[in-house]
């Protein structure tokens, strides 16, 4: 979907010719290494036991700066949050619900430089806040945040930088 979305974006095939069939092969690996018994249904953790995963989660500076302009607008911006990224206890727990034992779990920063302006990110991730606004709003909108973001986000080289965390965790799946 992010392939996707970028393509959407800045429509370069030469891009979407290198990336596409590294996607596609990791497509087809899913029913093949996920159907431990071959039902056609994938299993978590069906290699055997083990299970280990990581996951891109946060942007909360990013968050925080799409919720409050849209509540400075008298929409209730929280409403508008199409993420959900649970704790690392609250990921825990649906493991351990799911019959694994935790390993491991780290969350860790994770600052990832943007290819270019933040607005572009915004206009990919963020349409769930800007299509709160008619389109006649949505320029201010998407310009008041990268405002309010410049100072937090923006180095000194006029880089932006996304601030991911990353939560990285192991599981065992028990007898």
């Known amino acids: 979907m992010a392939v996707w979305k970028m393509h959407q974006r800045w429509p370069d095939m030469a891009f979407l010719a290198e990336v596409y069939p590294k996607l596609a ?47 400075r607008r008298g929409i209730d911006g929280e409403a508008r949050v199409p993420w959900y990224f649970p704790t690392p206890a609250e990921y825990a727990a649906r ?7 935790v390993d491991s779990m780290t969350l860790f920063p994770r600052p990832t430089p ?3 302006d933040v607005i572009a990110w915004l206009e990919t991730f963020g349409e769930n806040f800007i299509h709160a606004l008619a389109p006649g709003e949505r320029a201010q909108y998407v310009e008041e945040v990268r405002s309010d973001l410049e100072p937090k986000l923006r180095d000194a080289d006029g880089t932006w930088i996304a601030d991911y965390v990353r939560l990285r965790f192991a599981a065992t799946k028990r007898d």
């Not at 497509?27 to 018994?37: I, L, M, Q």
């Not at 978590?44 to 909360?60: E, I, K, L, P, T």
């Not at 493991?95 to 034992?101: A, I, N, S, Y």
């Open 25 to 71: 092969q990791w497509h087809d690996w899913w029913p093949t290494a996920r159907d431990g018994n071959k039902n056609g249904l994938l299993e978590w953790g069906s290699n055997g036991g083990g299970f280990q995963g990581a996951q891109g989660r946060g942007v909360q500076t990013i968050r925080t700066a799409l919720v409050e302009a849209l509540n």
């Open 114 to 116: 943007l290819p270019g």
């Open 95 to 101: 493991l351990e619900k799911g019959g694994f034992r």
